[in-house]
C-alpha cells in the first residue's frame, strides 16, 4: 500500500505542480466584489449545512488560493456533487474563481494568531491512524503544510466536516455528495466510521491558520 500512494503521489504532485504554473493571476481586490455567493455560509461562524448530514461549513479563510480554485474547478467538473456548490461553481469564469481564491487567502492574514494546538492522544490512537493513512504525505508534518500547492492545509478544519469529506470519498454511485479521487478515496476506504472520526477529531484540534472571517452580507451590498 505504501509503495502504492508512493507512486500515485508522484504523479498528482508532478500534475498538480503543472497545473499550477499555468494558472491564471488572481485579484484579491477584485475577488471582494465576487463573493456574494460565497459569504452566506462561509462567512458565518459556526455556520451549519444540513445535506447530506448536519455539518459546519469549511473554514476557508487562509487557505492556499490554489487549492480553492481546484476545488471549485472539481465541483465544477462534477468530481464533487454537492448541488449548492456545483451551481455556484458552474456560475463562475476561471478568472472569478481565481479572484475569489486569492481573496479568501488573503483574508486569512487578518485574523488573531492561528488557535493553539490542544489534541490529546495519549493512547496514540490518532497517531496510528494518521500514519496509516500517510495522511502527511500530502498535507504536511503537521497538517497544515502542504507539499503542493493544490493540496489543502486541514489542520484545525472542523470536525464535522472534514468527516463528511471522508465519508464523501469513500461514497459510490452517488449522484449528489460524492467525490471523486482516487488517492483520497483509497485512503478513506481503510478506515471504518468510527476511525475517521478519530482522524476528524485529531485534524480538528490541530494548530490552525484556518479560520472564518464574519461578514455582513448587508454591509456587502451597500459596499458595491
Keep these: 500500500m505504501t509503495k502504492l500512494f508512493s507512486l500515485l503521489l508522484i504523479s498528482a504532485l508532478t500534475f498538480a505542480n503543472s497545473a499550477f504554473c499555468d494558472e491564471l493571476k488572481g485579484d484579491a481586490q477584485a475577488g471582494s466584489k465576487k ?16 445535506f447530506p448530514v448536519v455539518y459546519k461549513v469549511p473554514k476557508i479563510a487562509g487557505q ?20 449548492s ?30 488557535m493553539p494546538a490542544k489534541a490529546k492522544d495519549p493512547e496514540g490512537e490518532a497517531v496510528a491512524l494518521v500514519q496509516k493513512g500517510a495522511c502527511t504525505s500530502c498535507h504536511g508534518a503537521n497538517l497544515s503544510m502542504p507539499i503542493g500547492p493544490n493540496y489543502p ?9 472534514v468527516l463528511v469529506a471522508l465519508r464523501s470519498y469513500k461514497a459510490e454511485n452517488q449522484s449528489v455528495w460524492g467525490r471523486n479521487n482516487a488517492i483520497m478515496g483509497g485512503v478513506a476506504k481503510q478506515f471504518n466510521t468510527d476511525e475517521l472520526q478519530v482522524l476528524a477529531n485529531y485534524v480538528a484540534s490541530q494548530q490552525t491558520e484556518l479560520h472564518t472571517v ?4 448587508f454591509k456587502f451590498w451597500a459596499a458595491n
Design 153 to 161: 492545509k486541514i489542520a484545525g478544519q472542523y470536525a464535522d466536516y
Design 214 to 217: 464574519p461578514q455582513n452580507k
Design 85 to 114: 456548490m456545483r451551481a455556484i461553481s458552474r456560475s463562475l469564469t476561471d478568472q472569478d474563481m481565481a479572484d475569489i481564491s486569492i481573496y479568501y487567502q488573503e483574508l486569512g492574514h487578518s485574523d488573531a494568531a492561528p
Design 64 to 83: 492556499s488560493a490554489s487549492y480553492i480554485t481546484t476545488a471549485l474547478n472539481e465541483y465544477k467538473k462534477g468530481e464533487r456533487r454537492h448541488p
Design 35 to 50: 463573493i456574494a455567493m460565497c459569504i452566506g455560509c462561509h462567512g458565518i461562524s459556526g455556520y451549519q449545512a444540513s
